[in-house]
């Protein structure tokens, strides 16, 4: 049977997304406090989707998704599905 690690304190990871918002990185934060980037990053994902405000600007997912705003909009209301799946 696996140990399990008890999650760590609500106010360090507070702490983490607080600092990332303000400027400083994951790899950063890693370094100086001894948290995995990627713990530091999920916690300020997690934050994100928490708050309801997006985690990445929507101009910036369209162009890396390659698709308009409205485009992009469409998508996340299901709109413009595929209408021969529906009964």
Known sequence: MSKSIPPYPARCRQQMVELVRAGRTPAELSCEFN??????????????????KPLFPVRKMCHVLGVSASGFYAGIRGIGRNHHDTP
Do not use: D, E, L
């Not at 948290?35 to 309801?52: E, K, L, P, R, Y």
């Open 35 to 52: 948290f995995t980037a990627q713990s530091i990053t999920n916690w300020v994902a997690q934050a994100a989707i928490g708050s309801g």
